[in-house]
Protein backbone atom coordinates (compact mmCIF):
# COMPACT_ATOMS: atom_id res chain seq x y z
CA UNK A 1 0.00 0.00 0.00
CA UNK A 2 1.30 3.45 -1.11
CA UNK A 3 2.34 5.59 2.10
CA UNK A 4 3.46 8.84 -0.61
CA UNK A 5 1.64 10.55 -2.95
CA UNK A 6 4.15 12.31 -5.65
CA UNK A 7 3.05 14.04 -9.28
CA UNK A 8 3.77 12.04 -11.99
CA UNK A 9 5.81 14.21 -13.65
CA UNK A 10 7.08 17.71 -13.59
CA UNK A 11 9.29 19.96 -15.79
CA UNK A 12 11.82 22.98 -14.69
CA UNK A 13 13.98 25.22 -16.52
CA UNK A 14 17.91 25.22 -16.08
CA UNK A 15 18.77 27.52 -13.67
CA UNK A 16 15.47 27.55 -11.69
CA UNK A 17 14.66 25.91 -8.64
CA UNK A 18 13.06 22.47 -8.70
CA UNK A 19 10.12 22.41 -5.92
CA UNK A 20 8.74 18.55 -6.15
CA UNK A 21 6.13 18.05 -3.54
CA UNK A 22 5.08 14.88 -1.95
CA UNK A 23 2.10 14.16 0.71
CA UNK A 24 1.93 11.41 3.14
CA UNK A 25 -1.13 12.15 4.90
CA UNK A 26 -0.91 8.80 7.14
CA UNK A 27 2.74 9.26 8.23
CA UNK A 28 2.82 8.65 11.98
CA UNK A 29 5.01 10.42 14.83
CA UNK A 30 8.31 8.46 14.13
CA UNK A 31 8.65 7.86 10.81
CA UNK A 32 10.94 9.63 8.79
CA UNK A 33 10.64 11.22 4.76
CA UNK A 34 13.04 10.09 2.76
CA UNK A 35 14.46 11.66 -1.00
CA UNK A 36 16.10 9.60 -3.41
CA UNK A 37 17.01 10.05 -7.26
CA UNK A 38 17.66 7.70 -9.62
CA UNK A 39 19.16 8.71 -12.91
CA UNK A 40 18.40 6.14 -16.04
CA UNK A 41 18.88 3.19 -14.79
CA UNK A 42 21.64 3.46 -12.08
CA UNK A 43 20.69 2.53 -8.50
CA UNK A 44 19.06 5.02 -6.37
CA UNK A 45 21.38 8.00 -4.99
CA UNK A 46 20.07 9.48 -1.65
CA UNK A 47 19.17 12.79 -1.57
CA UNK A 48 18.07 14.26 2.47
CA UNK A 49 15.70 13.15 4.65
CA UNK A 50 14.01 14.22 7.61
CA UNK A 51 11.74 13.89 10.41
CA UNK A 52 9.61 17.38 11.51
CA UNK A 53 12.17 20.10 10.93
CA UNK A 54 13.69 21.99 7.77
CA UNK A 55 16.31 20.23 6.63
CA UNK A 56 19.41 21.49 3.87
CA UNK A 57 22.61 19.84 2.37
CA UNK A 58 24.41 20.85 -0.51
CA UNK A 59 22.25 18.92 -2.78
CA UNK A 60 18.45 20.06 -1.75
CA UNK A 61 16.43 21.56 1.22
CA UNK A 62 13.76 19.71 2.61
CA UNK A 63 10.87 21.21 3.73
CA UNK A 64 8.14 18.83 6.25
CA UNK A 65 4.79 21.11 6.71
CA UNK A 66 3.85 21.45 10.63
CA UNK A 67 1.63 18.63 10.56
CA UNK A 68 3.76 16.55 9.00
CA UNK A 69 1.62 15.43 6.15
CA UNK A 70 3.16 16.87 3.13
CA UNK A 71 6.41 17.78 2.28
CA UNK A 72 8.37 19.89 -0.68
CA UNK A 73 12.16 19.14 -1.92
CA UNK A 74 13.75 21.96 -3.64
CA UNK A 75 16.49 21.63 -6.42
CA UNK A 76 17.66 25.43 -5.70
CA UNK A 77 19.40 25.61 -9.32
CA UNK A 78 18.19 23.11 -11.36
CA UNK A 79 20.98 21.65 -14.21
CA UNK A 80 20.12 19.56 -16.81
CA UNK A 81 22.23 16.80 -14.74
CA UNK A 82 19.15 16.99 -12.08
CA UNK A 83 17.27 15.35 -14.33
CA UNK A 84 15.61 11.71 -13.53
CA UNK A 85 12.97 10.30 -11.19
CA UNK A 86 12.69 11.82 -7.27
CA UNK A 87 11.58 8.86 -5.35
CA UNK A 88 9.56 10.01 -2.08
CA UNK A 89 9.37 7.57 0.70
CA UNK A 90 8.19 7.26 4.58
CA UNK A 91 9.92 4.50 6.10
CA UNK A 92 8.24 1.68 8.57
CA UNK A 93 10.96 0.78 10.25
CA UNK A 94 13.16 -1.13 7.95
CA UNK A 95 11.44 -1.52 4.76
CA UNK A 96 11.62 1.34 2.30
CA UNK A 97 8.88 1.71 -0.32
CA UNK A 98 9.71 3.56 -3.39
CA UNK A 99 6.43 4.16 -5.07
CA UNK A 100 7.05 5.21 -8.93
CA UNK A 101 8.29 9.04 -8.08
CA UNK A 102 7.95 11.77 -10.17
CA UNK A 103 10.06 12.47 -13.50
CA UNK A 104 11.67 15.68 -12.98
CA UNK A 105 12.76 16.98 -17.04
CA UNK A 106 14.94 20.01 -16.57
CA UNK A 107 14.51 22.15 -20.11
CA UNK A 108 17.68 24.10 -21.51
CA UNK B 1 35.94 2.44 -0.65
CA UNK B 2 33.87 0.91 -3.40
CA UNK B 3 30.76 1.05 -1.25
CA UNK B 4 28.13 -1.57 -2.40
CA UNK B 5 29.60 -4.35 -5.21
CA UNK B 6 27.04 -6.33 -7.31
CA UNK B 7 28.14 -9.30 -9.35
CA UNK B 8 27.20 -10.38 -12.19
CA UNK B 9 26.17 -6.80 -14.14
CA UNK B 10 24.18 -7.94 -16.89
CA UNK B 11 23.04 -11.90 -17.24
CA UNK B 12 20.63 -14.04 -19.44
CA UNK B 13 19.04 -17.15 -18.42
CA UNK B 14 16.57 -19.62 -19.96
CA UNK B 15 13.39 -20.53 -18.04
CA UNK B 16 14.41 -22.87 -15.35
CA UNK B 17 17.85 -22.21 -14.67
CA UNK B 18 19.23 -21.62 -11.57
CA UNK B 19 21.58 -18.40 -10.70
CA UNK B 20 23.07 -16.55 -7.52
CA UNK B 21 23.25 -12.67 -7.33
CA UNK B 22 25.83 -11.71 -5.24
CA UNK B 23 26.33 -8.33 -3.15
CA UNK B 24 29.05 -7.00 -1.32
CA UNK B 25 29.11 -3.94 1.02
CA UNK B 26 32.61 -2.12 2.59
CA UNK B 27 30.67 -0.02 5.17
CA UNK B 28 29.95 -2.28 7.76
CA UNK B 29 26.61 -1.95 7.67
CA UNK B 30 24.22 -4.10 9.25
CA UNK B 31 21.18 -4.13 7.35
CA UNK B 32 20.81 -5.12 3.61
CA UNK B 33 18.33 -5.28 1.16
CA UNK B 34 17.60 -6.67 -2.28
CA UNK B 35 14.85 -5.04 -4.51
CA UNK B 36 13.70 -5.43 -7.97
CA UNK B 37 12.99 -2.84 -10.73
CA UNK B 38 10.35 -3.73 -13.41
CA UNK B 39 10.35 -0.88 -16.47
CA UNK B 40 8.32 2.02 -15.83
CA UNK B 41 8.17 1.24 -11.97
CA UNK B 42 9.38 1.90 -8.63
CA UNK B 43 11.92 -0.76 -6.70
CA UNK B 44 9.70 -3.31 -4.79
CA UNK B 45 11.81 -5.46 -2.08
CA UNK B 46 12.19 -9.00 -2.49
CA UNK B 47 13.85 -9.57 1.40
CA UNK B 48 15.97 -7.82 3.51
CA UNK B 49 18.56 -8.67 6.79
CA UNK B 50 18.39 -6.52 9.69
CA UNK B 51 21.73 -8.27 10.50
CA UNK B 52 23.87 -10.59 10.41
CA UNK B 53 21.64 -13.91 11.00
CA UNK B 54 18.68 -12.88 10.01
CA UNK B 55 16.16 -12.06 7.05
CA UNK B 56 12.93 -11.16 6.45
CA UNK B 57 10.56 -11.37 3.40
CA UNK B 58 9.62 -8.34 1.75
CA UNK B 59 6.89 -7.13 -1.13
CA UNK B 60 7.54 -9.65 -3.29
CA UNK B 61 9.61 -12.69 -2.08
CA UNK B 62 7.79 -15.88 -3.95
CA UNK B 63 10.50 -17.47 -6.44
CA UNK B 64 13.78 -16.30 -4.41
CA UNK B 65 15.83 -17.13 -1.60
CA UNK B 66 18.49 -15.29 0.00
CA UNK B 67 21.46 -16.08 2.33
CA UNK B 68 23.01 -13.10 4.42
CA UNK B 69 26.81 -14.92 3.94
CA UNK B 70 28.73 -12.68 6.80
CA UNK B 71 27.93 -8.97 7.34
CA UNK B 72 29.52 -7.98 4.33
CA UNK B 73 27.67 -10.25 2.07
CA UNK B 74 24.00 -10.49 1.17
CA UNK B 75 22.75 -12.97 -1.92
CA UNK B 76 19.63 -13.81 -3.86
CA UNK B 77 18.84 -16.96 -5.58
CA UNK B 78 16.58 -18.18 -8.27
CA UNK B 79 16.07 -21.68 -8.06
CA UNK B 80 13.97 -21.99 -11.34
CA UNK B 81 14.51 -19.16 -13.01
CA UNK B 82 10.96 -17.54 -14.88
CA UNK B 83 10.72 -15.21 -17.40
CA UNK B 84 8.64 -12.70 -14.99
CA UNK B 85 11.20 -12.92 -13.30
CA UNK B 86 13.24 -10.74 -15.69
CA UNK B 87 13.99 -7.40 -14.26
CA UNK B 88 16.74 -4.68 -13.08
CA UNK B 89 17.70 -6.53 -9.30
CA UNK B 90 19.71 -3.82 -6.76
CA UNK B 91 21.33 -4.58 -3.72
CA UNK B 92 21.85 -1.76 -0.61
CA UNK B 93 22.98 -1.46 2.77
CA UNK B 94 22.20 0.24 5.38
CA UNK B 95 22.94 1.43 9.17
CA UNK B 96 20.22 0.90 11.13
CA UNK B 97 20.13 0.28 15.34
CA UNK B 98 15.95 0.77 15.36
CA UNK B 99 16.70 3.03 18.56
CA UNK B 100 15.13 6.37 16.41
CA UNK B 101 16.80 9.11 16.26
CA UNK B 102 19.20 10.81 13.14
CA UNK B 103 21.89 8.13 14.34
CA UNK B 104 19.70 5.24 13.99
CA UNK B 105 17.66 6.11 10.55
CA UNK B 106 20.13 6.20 8.57
CA UNK B 107 19.88 6.13 4.25
CA UNK B 108 20.41 3.40 2.30
CA UNK B 109 23.06 3.14 -0.50
CA UNK B 110 22.75 1.31 -3.48
CA UNK B 111 24.64 -0.70 -6.02
CA UNK B 112 24.49 -0.04 -9.48
CA UNK B 113 22.21 -2.76 -10.23
CA UNK B 114 22.30 -6.46 -11.96
CA UNK B 115 20.20 -6.64 -15.05
CA UNK B 116 18.66 -9.65 -15.69
CA UNK B 117 16.81 -11.81 -18.60
CA UNK B 118 15.13 -14.71 -18.47
CA UNK B 119 14.10 -16.24 -21.77
Known amino acids: DAKTTQPTSMDCAEGRAANLPCNHS???????VYWYRQIHSQGPQYIIH???NNETNEMASLIITEDRKSSTLILPHATLRDTAVYYC?????????FGTGTSLTVIP | NAGVTQTPKFQVLKTGQSMTLQCAQDMNHNSMYWYRQDPGMGLRLIYYSASEGTTDKGEVPNGYNVSRLNKREFSLRLESAAPSQTSVYFCASRRYTGTGGIRGNQPQHFGDGTRLSIL
Open chain 1, 89 to 97: IVITGNQFY
Open chain 1, 26 to 32: TISGNEY
Open chain 1, 50 to 52: GLK
